[in-house]
T-cell receptor, first 115, second 112 residues
């Protein structure tokens, strides 16, 4: 039962353009969402997060949008750079419950930014 | 800035052997999480500790145990290793049992 889904296994974008990575979730108890970037043989690197009380959070080139009614979030990277090429994981947690913040991950999307 | 430290980075064991993975959280972080990532899979939550007490448990086999020590470092003990235990094991830490988790580089366990 995949509670967090990233339906696009890969995404290819030209340098300078916008990258949009999508994520859907099914568990309505999730109230905190995070995006991680991962290179091979390294641990996930935290990028940006959003609480369910917000619908947008921005940090430099990265913006996360949350649509609670659709149970959908997206990560926008503008402008995309070749160094952004990596696997991007969406993750969710239920901070309001008793889970103490354990993360449920999506399957990941491989982003390739071409020069 | 100091990051999460995991040791060893690579470990090769034979079936039925035991393994111990160590995690040193970011200074002042009081919560540690363990995740397992199999080949081509997303990380799966195993277990977490908050202030040295087990706070949550996921899909962790009974053959595995873990604890968090007084200095907040954590150890994951794995016994009777099986081929299917071969995976990347990540430790993450956070402050206050929620919010952003910061991951270590992982330990790659290979069981032969």
């Amino acid at each position: 039962d995949q509670q967090v889904k990233q339906n696009s296994p890969s995404l290819s974008v030209q340098e300078g353009r916008i990258s949009i990575l999508n994520c859907d979730y099914t568990n309505s108890m999730f109230d905190y969402f995070l995006w991680y970037k991962k290179y091979p043989a390294e641990g996930p690197t935290f990028l940006i997060s959003i609480s369910s009380i917000k619908d947008k959070n921005e940090d430099g080139r990265f913006t996360v949008f949350l649509n609670k009614s659709a149970k959908h979030l997206s990560l926008h990277i503008v402008p995309s750079q070749p160094g952004d090429s990596a696997v991007y994981f969406c993750a969710a947690s239920a901070l309001g419950g008793t889970s103490y913040g354990k993360l449920t991950f999506g399957q990941g999307t491989i982003l390739t930014v071409h020069p | 800035a100091a990051g999460v430290i995991q040791s060893p980075r690579h470990l090769i064991k034979e079936k039925r052997e035991t393994a111990t993975l160590k995690c040193y959280p970011i200074p002042r972080h009081d919560t540690v999480y363990w995740y397992q990532q199999g080949p081509g899979q997303d990380p799966q939550f195993l277990i977490s500790f908050y202030e040295k007490m087990q706070s949550d448990k996921g899909s962790i086999p009974d053959r595995f145990s873990a604890q968090q020590f007084s200095d907040y470092h954590s150890e994951l003990n794995m016994s009777s290793l099986e081929l299917g235990d071969s995976a990347l094991y990540f430790c993450a830490s956070s402050l206050g049992g929620g919010g952003e988790q910061y991951f270590g580089p992982g330990t790659r366990l290979t069981v032969t």
